[in-house]
């Protein structure tokens, strides 16, 4: 049942990740221009994330109908397969955000114009992916709220479940998504939408991130009043600059309850290039965003995804892996830290946390 | 999860019509060679049936991607739609048979090959259609049986709930499905699969009927020991034949409990053949069986549907069709008796019964 009014009027709120999930979704890797070798090497991590993801809650995984057998194939039976057409497997950020009133779960649904439209999309056309976030909806059998036009990913905001949301302005105010709006206007839109008092602005996400700076992947909360960023101490690093100006942020700002919020700095793995070996596997198409040899990644831990007992978190073959399966149990002592070896998926522009989704319970803990 | 065990071995049987549903399944028709017009006559009527089972009962309509948004607009905002690719929309043939154990479902998988496969199968490919059950199965997240090979459609069998199964020999015993076993091996099959004890076989379903004489055209049970035989008493048309033969076998028949089966006639209407007009809104396409002008339809009130509460039925314009309701409601004096013009639905090959599927309520009353 599609909603016209918004989930602050019906006293919906977006729930933090770190809540309890009723389960998670996900969407299957196939295109060649952005997967290499037909996506079967991203494909293999996917189905790991999904089998790691499906020890602690259940798992459904959408497939485009020419690769609904194979995907059944090699996922495991106690993950569900549905199909659902989709430009790409992104589904942090063109799947529904979920609110819950404690009752009843309903999903916003955002317009997806594959992360800046016209202006610096990353492929053409992105109309089934724009659809992904009514049909999960209606599979979940859930009401949904459609934001007439007003585009955001998923991946671009993280909420602490209690009225603050942290985003930033490098994607937010950038101009292939709302340029007719103001910061206001966009600040008003989250209020509504998500249900959240105080928006924190960080400026810029990620050095070189194809999304504009998505905030998920520099940036995440733990809880209420803590929160994990991403971080590097090489001042000769572009992306020095990037953590020092949020640090400064976060430092200043207080979250919607007035609390200063608690920091866990999270190393960066060293830079991490594409190889010609990897570049030369991809599909060369006019419109798509190329994957050249050299080209730095956004690698970052922080791209981690908490379900229910567990923090699932990307691993880079860095000697500063160790150091973040650490940082995340300090931070997440009650929960099992699972890394996953996951440079297949940063080749496609991501990492765990966007290509995953959770559906919060319904019922108050 | 795939079951490699059968209903019997786990306890499972298939519920009557008649017992309590969760959920009625539909797919959405479009293909041009054999909906007339694009196939939006029998969108309309597809719709009329959706809408009419949601009073009583949830409905989904699997759909076809190209299709999403026009069948989404169309359909009430109450009936959920899903995306399923098909070759055509007959789910009550090509959908799962549902099982219970009275505190779980299950679904059956059966073989599926578009009525006769290659001897005399209405249509190629017919690989999407093969998939449906399966599909279906994720998305109720049930288990499945896959019964490796058996062909058999839904609408080739009806049972009692109460160990009873009634088919047509002209279709099981059809060199187009299992020719390579016996009528004893289809037998054990069916015990198997539904778990039921007595197989009563009439010879011959409808006249005409492309089907190869689908059972659910013909005859329906009310609830054990007592069913709906279509009839006509017109010696000049040769149906008159096929339904006293029928009823020669009924009466000499008991079911599994021993009970001889109580029936109710349901006149037929006056033949119904495709005009001129309906047979040129075809395409034409080599393998598609033709809809020719002058074509008699298998038209039949049988072709009913249970749903909680009330029975949807075909009308056709006809002066029987309020006989059929008047039957019907002495048959079912406690639920509602709705009819729906279906001339469209027949014209494509079956009517309402063909194009539902119920999905059991788990619980036993």
Request: net charge negative; proline share 5%; hydrophobic share 35%.
């Amino acid at each position: 049942m599609r909603r016209n009014s918004t989930p602050r009027e019906d006293g919906f709120r977006m729930p933090g990740e770190f809540e309890q999930h009723s389960g998670t979704y996900i969407i299957w890797p196939q295109r060649p221009d952005n997967w290499r070798l037909g996506g079967k090497p991203a494909q293999k991590v996917f189905t790991e994330v999904a089998k790691a993801i499906s020890k602690y809650e259940p798992v459904t995984v959408c497939v485009n109908e020419d690769q609904y057998s194979n995907a059944r194939h090699w996922l495991p039976d106690d993950v569900r397969v549905v199909e659902m057409s989709n430009n790409d497997s992104w589904v942090r950020d063109c799947g529904p955000s979920f609110v819950t009133n404690g009752k009843e779960i309903r999903g916003v649904d955002w317009g997806f114009n594959a992360w800046g439209g016209l202006v610096d999309g990353l492929y053409f056309p992105w109309d089934k992916d724009d659809r992904v976030a009514q049909k999960i909806c209606e599979i979940e059998k859930t009401d949904r709220y459609r934001t007439d036009g007003f585009v955001l990913e998923g991946g671009s905001i993280h909420v602490d479940g209690e009225g603050t949301l942290v985003t930033t302005e490098e994607c937010l105010l950038n101009k292939g998504r709302n340029s007719h709006l103001t910061k206001e206007d966009i600040e008003n839109k989250l209020k509504e939408y998500l249900n959240v008092e105080k928006i924190i602005w960080l400026k810029r996400g990620i050095y070189n991130d194809e999304t504009n700076g998505h905030v998920d992947n520099i940036f995440s909360f733990v809880k209420p009043g803590e929160a994990i960023l991403a971080w590097t101490e090489d001042q000769n690093d572009p992306q020095y600059e990037i953590c020092q100006e949020c640090m400064q942020i976060l430092e200043q700002e207080t979250d919607s309850k007035g609390r200063k919020i608690k920091i866990h700095k999270l190393l960066l793995p060293k830079p991490v290039l594409i190889t010609d070996e990897e570049s030369g596997g991809v599909d060369a198409v006019d419109g798509t965003l190329p994957r050249n040899a050299g080209d730095r990644l956004a690698a970052s831990y922080a791209n981690f995804y908490i379900v229910n007992g567990a923090v699932i978190f990307p691993m880079f073959g860095d000697p500063n892996d160790e150091n973040a399966g650490k940082v995340l149990k300090e931070a997440f002592p009650d929960r099992e830290i699972v890394g996953i070896y996951a440079r297949e998926i940063l080749l496609g522009g991501g990492n765990i946390h966007c290509i995953t989704q959770q559906v919060p319970k319904a019922e108050e803990m």
